[in-house]
């Protein structure tokens, strides 16, 4: 009886072990992290209503569950206002603190270059944010956004952070 008992536990370990690593495989494969990248650039689109192009600069995808964090430079393909957009002010500044700091940075990432262009959207007297601060709901990811745009530059970045 104890021998039956030893091997039905290493039996159902075997199982719980495989399909751990089925799991695991699905989630790590190019496919399903490009159908990601996907969704993540559609959440763009929503926002910015019309034609535009992206570049995906950072792409952080955390260490546990859904977890990523993912920033886009953008520009649109007619230079114009967008609905919704804010003048850059300090509450902006300080969405923008707040959000930036959940992000982690690769070593090989071209910081210096990034800061500086940054820091001309933000200098420009057209600079507008809009940011969109998710809420937790059960079984959902927590997403929060935000879009930091100049029209006479004709150039913005793209936050997501999910958590």
């Given at each position: 009886m104890k021998n039956f008992m030893k091997r039905m536990i290493r039996l159902s370990l075997l199982?719980?072990?495989?399909?751990?690593?089925t799991g695991c495989q699905k989630y790590?494969?190019?496919?399903?992290?490009?159908?990601?990248?996907?969704?993540?650039?559609?959440?763009?689109?929503k926002v910015l209503k019309n034609n535009f192009s992206y570049k995906l600069i950072l792409n952080d995808d955390g260490g546990?569950?859904?977890?990523?964090s993912k920033i886009f430079e953008f520009s649109l393909k007619k230079p114009q206002t967008l609905k919704h957009f804010k003048k850059m002010d300090q509450e902006?500044?300080?969405?923008?603190?707040?959000?930036i700091d959940g992000f982690e940075f690769p070593k090989n990432f071209h910081k210096k270059q990034y800061k500086s262009e940054l820091s001309k959207l933000f200098k420009a007297k057209d600079c507008k944010y809009y940011f969109i601060k998710g809420r937790f709901k059960k079984n959902e990811e927590h997403a929060?956004?935000?879009?930091?745009y100049a029209q006479s530059l004709n150039k913005g970045y793209y936050y997501l952070f999910i958590i």
């Open positions: 199982l719980c072990i495989c399909i751990g690593a790590n494969t190019p496919k399903y992290r490009e159908r990601r990248a996907d969704e993540d650039a559609d959440r763009m689109t546990f569950g859904n977890d990523r902006g500044k300080e969405d923008y603190n707040g959000l929060d956004e935000m879009y930091i």
